[in-house]
């Protein structure tokens, strides 16, 4: 076989051998997602008498790791979310919709950060319209030895959406 040959067979070969190695490091970095139903009742006492909270919808874990199994940034997806507060005495109800996306991102410093961003409750009460809502983005920064660095917040922040319900479910 002529150098010529026996050149371009290694130059093959050894293009077969970055492809395979570069696919397999890219799919050991790809992002791990499961998903998780959630369909769960709790009672609250925020009213003065018994609410249950029921959470129905998915949530979708996300995670991404370097190369030594260390995270990197993790998303949590609150996908088809509905809250129903019900008073069981009277049997009213009312309903908030959920659709956002808690994101921790980890630097090598040792900073990170937590964002919230989306549709975090809206209470829409039969007769009152909108009586409250939690939407935008609240930023926070910590630094290496966690402490905090910087706070943004943006949108409409009413605060717990539960304290809200009482006065439609009495």
């Known amino acids: ?41 709790q009672t609250l006492s925020v009213c003065g008498f018994p609410v249950l909270r029921h959470d129905e919808g998915t949530l979708i874990f996300q995670d991404s790791f370097d190369e030594n199994g260390n995270v990197l940034w993790e998303n949590a ?47 829409v009460v039969p007769g009152q319209g909108l009586v409250a809502a939690n939407v935008g983005v609240i930023k926070v920064v910590f630094d290496s030895s966690g402490n905090l660095v910087s706070v943004l917040i943006a949108g409409e922040h009413d605060g717990a959406i539960a304290q809200f319900v009482c006065p439609y479910l009495a």
Request: proline share 3%; hydrophobic share 50%.
């Open 1 to 41: 076989m002529d150098t010529r040959k026996l050149f371009v067979a290694f130059l093959i070969t050894l293009s077969l051998v970055i492809t395979t190695v570069g696919s397999a490091l890219a799919a050991a970095l790809a992002p791990e997602q499961f998903r998780v139903p959630v369909d769960q009742i």
């Open 77 to 123: 997806i609150f996908s088809n979310w509905r809250i129903t507060f019900i008073n069981p005495a009277n049997n009213k109800s009312v309903a908030s919709i959920r659709a956002y996306d808690e994101r921790f991102v980890s630097y090598e410093d040792g900073s990170f950060r937590t964002m919230s961003a989306g549709l975090v409750a809206q209470l």
